[in-house]
C-alpha cells in the first residue's frame, strides 16, 4: 500500500491522519531543521525542500498527523516488514509536541494496521530519547528490551528499546 492508497483515518485528539501530500514539503522541511528531531533521527542538518518532496514520494505508508485547522503536525510511517509485521515511525514537528498528538496517531495507525491483518506492530527508539518512549508506552506498546548498538547514526552506535503491540493485546 502507498500513499496514494491509504484512507484517511480520524483520531481524537488530531484532526484527522491523511496521506502525506505535496502541499506538507513546505512545513516538513521547517519540522525537519529542529535540533531534537536531527538528533533522534536520521534527518539530514541541512534538510530541504527537495529531500521533503522525494520523501514524500517515497513508496512507504506515510500520513500526515494534522491538527483541526489541517496544519501538519508531524509525520507517522508503517514500514510493513512482511504480511504480519510492520516497524512504526514518527516524528512530530517541534510546534505540536506535548498535545498528545504523536499518541494519538500512534494508538489509530496501531488499530488500522491490525484491522488490514498485521499481527505485531514494533517501534523503536533511542534508550535516551524521553518523549518517545514515553509515546509507546502511552499507546499500549510493551517494552521488550534493548537492542545494543543496533542503530547507527551520527557516526556512532546506539541502543534502541524495542516495543511491540500484537493484534491479540
Not at 483520531?11 to 484527522?16: D, I, S, Y
Not at 491538527?67 to 514500514?79: H, K, M, N, S
Not at 518517545?132 to 502511552?138: G, L
Not at 534493548?146 to 534502541?160: C, E, I, K, P, Y
Request: aromatic share 10%.
Amino acid at each position: 500500500m502507498t500513499g496514494s492508497d491509504l484512507p484517511q483515518l480520524t483520531a481524537p485528539f488530531l484532526k484527522n491522519l491523511r496521506p502525506l501530500a505535496p502541499k506538507d514539503a513546505e512545513k516538513l522541511t521547517e519540522a525537519c531543521q529542529d535540533a531534537e528531531t536531527q538528533r533522534w533521527t536520521n534527518v539530514p542538518p541541512a534538510y530541504t525542500l527537495d529531500m521533503a518532496h522525494a520523501f514524500i514520494r517515497g513508496t512507504e505508508c506515510k500520513w500526515a498527523m494534522t491538527d483541526e485547522r489541517d496544519d501538519f503536525c508531524g509525520v507517522i510511517e508503517l514500514r510493513p516488514r512482511n504480511d504480519f509485521l510492520a516497524d512504526l515511525g514518527y516524528h512530530t514537528a517541534p510546534w505540536a509536541r506535548g498535545q498528545g498528538f504523536t499518541t494519538d496517531a500512534v494508538v489509530t495507525v496501531t488499530e488500522w494496521a491490525f484491522g488490514q491483518g498485521f499481527h505485531r506492530i514494533e517501534l523503536k527508539a533511542d534508550v535516551n530519547n524521553v518523549a518517545s518512549r514515553r509515546v509507546a508506552e502511552k499507546a499500549g506498546f510493551a517494552f521488550e528490551g534493548v537492542a545494543r548498538g543496533s542503530q547507527h547514526m551520527h557516526g556512532r552506535f546506539d541502543d534502541l528499546a524495542v516495543y511491540a503491540r500484537l493484534a491479540t493485546d
